[in-house]
Each structure stands twice: as C-alpha cells, then as structure tokens.
C-alpha cells in the first residue's frame, strides 16, 4: 500500500535534515513520533529505508529510489492544488532555480527587483553554478540549460536562440593584429570554454562550405566570464554566446572578427522543470518572467545592464551606446 501524502512528506523532511530531531520541528512533532512514522513506512515496504548512526541519517540506495518518486508526487500534489486554490490569487512560494554565472549576474539580478515588486508572495533560492544539475535529486524547480536536450523526461520551454561570436579587445589586436581569414587563427592566443565538447574547434564558412578550425591559447575555463574579463584585457580571442559579448562589443570593449565568415551555430537557451511541477503558478509565473525578459534579447537591443565580469561588478553601471558614440572602460 502507498504511503500517504504526510507521511511522505515527513519522509522528505528527515532525508533533507539527515535527522529526525530537526525534521520534527519543521513538522511540529516530536522526535520519537517522526521515528516511528518512518519505522512503520519502513515496516510497511518491507525495506529499509534509513541508516540510523548516532551521528546523522542517511538514506539507503532503497531510501535514495523512495525520495526521488516521493519529490515527484509531493511536486504533483503541490501543482494541482496551487493551480486550483491560486486561480484567482497571486503566486505565492518558494522557487528554486539553477542558472549560470553570466545569465545570473548580467540579465536576471537587473531584472528580478521588477518580478519581486509584481510577486510579493513569491521567494528565491538561487543555484549559480556552471555544471547541470539533477533537478529532481537536488530539488530544483526551474533549471535553465544551452544547447540540445537529452530525452531526460523533463518538461522543457524554450526562451531563445542564441548565436556565437567571434572577438577580440583592441588592445589585443593593436599588439597582434588581426585575422584576415579563419586559418590565421592558428597563429593566435585563442581562449575556449572548457565545458563546451567543441569549444576548441571553431566553424567558419569558407567558399560556401562549413569549415572548422582547431584553435589553442594558454587558458580554457568554464566560466565564461573568466574568459570574458581575460578577453577584456587583452589576453586572447574568444568565442563566446551572444548574450556575454554583445554589451562589451556595443560598450568598445571589444570588437567582432571575422564577421563575413562567422557561423552562429545558434543553441536555444531552454527552462527546464520536473515532471507535474510547470502547471505551478509560481513556476507558471516565473517562467512567463523569462520568455518575456530573456526572449526578446535585450543584449541585441543595447538595453542598459551592468557589465559584470570576472565575478566581480564594475563600480558604476555600463551605459550601451551606439557605435560611433563615446564609451567609459568600467572601473574595477
């Protein structure tokens, strides 16, 4: 027989706390009584589901299978019932949401103090982090990703294509001027994204075909604003998505190469949500808050942003100009 929603629930709150003491008190029971619960669960599946040490809990791979369906199904139950009893009300709760450092700093953190003024009732746990993340394991609502998707089952909305570029500083190409054709890149300090499979091989077009070139330089990362701020200063040529560069190139900061040879490879940018929790108002509403920002490319568009690079904000916010106007290199 299932267990029932509480005791799932329960269950969820002992497996995060990794005790039952401090799982009784975010469910108002006490220790004892959240111990049996689970020890009659465990009775009831005829397996066990929690290594007890007089230190901590931790789960048994059994225990590990039981919460990964119990986090779907309390997901599900918490959908249907806000879809249902929020119709007509504001979203309201918490929202936890993986995104990467350059999205993080320089789209979301200017745009997210216009959502919080629209959703009072609505709260964040940021995950900022460049690797993917198990969305179901680790109790993510909304996870954004670049590029193709596995068929992982998961429930995926498309925000935008983005396209990739090929620059430089003008002081780099003041000391070593610049490539007149793809191949001349061979000769040049060439940064790439580590985390990216191809990020060394880069596409050009060349006589009509798609040809591609094997770059190098003294430094990969996985942090494209590493290799952002490196550009900046003059350290090598980069690759990089629209979205970093856009702003740097309109600000003078750097300056497009190669642009009649240049394949975009255009990699959608997708929000990502378990299974049963996308019909969630918040999740609805937050989800709306990213096509509607982050789908109409403001980095194309030269709205106003920070320029963050490095991990580190300029001291004064950058004004995008046109080419042609003046533009201020930020302090750092």
């Not at 999205?103 to 460049?130: G, K, S, W």
């Not at 003041?174 to 191809?198: Q, V, Y």
């Not at 096509?291 to 963050?308: D, Q, T, V, Y």
């Amino acid at each position: 027989m299932a267990g029932s929603p509480t005791e799932m629930a329960i269950f969820e709150r002992v497996a995060e706390r990794r005790s039952f003491a401090r799982a009784a008190d975010d469910v108002n029971l006490s220790a004892s009584a959240v111990a049996k619960l689970i020890a009659r669960l465990e009775h009831r599946l005829a397996v066990r589901l929690v290594n007890r040490t007089t230190r901590r809990l931790s789960l048994t791979a059994e225990g590990e299978i039981y919460l990964d369906r119990v986090r779907e199904i309390l997901g599900a139950i918490e959908a249907a019932e806000s879809e249902i009893a929020s119709a007509q009300s504001s979203p309201r709760g918490h929202l936890r949401v993986h995104t990467f450092p350059a999205i993080a700093a320089q789209e979301l953190a200017p745009a997210l103090p216009d959502f919080l003024a629209r959703h009072r009732h609505i709260t964040f746990d940021f995950m900022v982090t460049n690797r993917s993340v198990d969305l179901v394991g680790e109790n993510v609502d909304i996870s954004l990703r670049i590029g193709p998707l596995e068929n992982s089952g998961l429930v995926a909305r498309k925000i935008v294509d983005l396209s990739r570029i090929v620059c430089a500083s003008p002081a780099y190409l003041a000391r070593h001027g610049s490539p007149s054709e793809p191949a001349d890149l061979i000769h040049h300090a060439c940064l790439t994204l580590s985390r990216n499979p191809d990020s060394s091989s880069w596409p050009f077009l060349v006589n009509g075909k798609i040809k591609r070139v094997d770059v190098k330089g003294p430094l990969s990362a996985d942090s494209a604003d590493m290799l952002l701020a490196l550009a900046i200063a003059g350290t090598g040529i980069l690759r990089l998505s629209e979205h970093v560069v856009a702003r740097p190139i309109r600000a003078g900061l750097l300056q497009p190469l190669l642009q009649d040879a240049q394949v975009p490879e255009p990699s959608p940018l997708f929000a990502l949500t378990p299974p049963g929790r996308h019909q969630a108002p918040k999740v609805r509403a937050f989800l709306d808050f990213l096509s509607e920002h982050l789908g109409r490319a403001p980095w194309r568009n030269g709205e106003r942003a920070p320029l963050i690079v490095g991990g580190l904000a300029a001291s004064q916010t950058t004004q995008v100009i046109q080419p042609g106007g003046e533009s201020r290199t930020p302090r750092f």
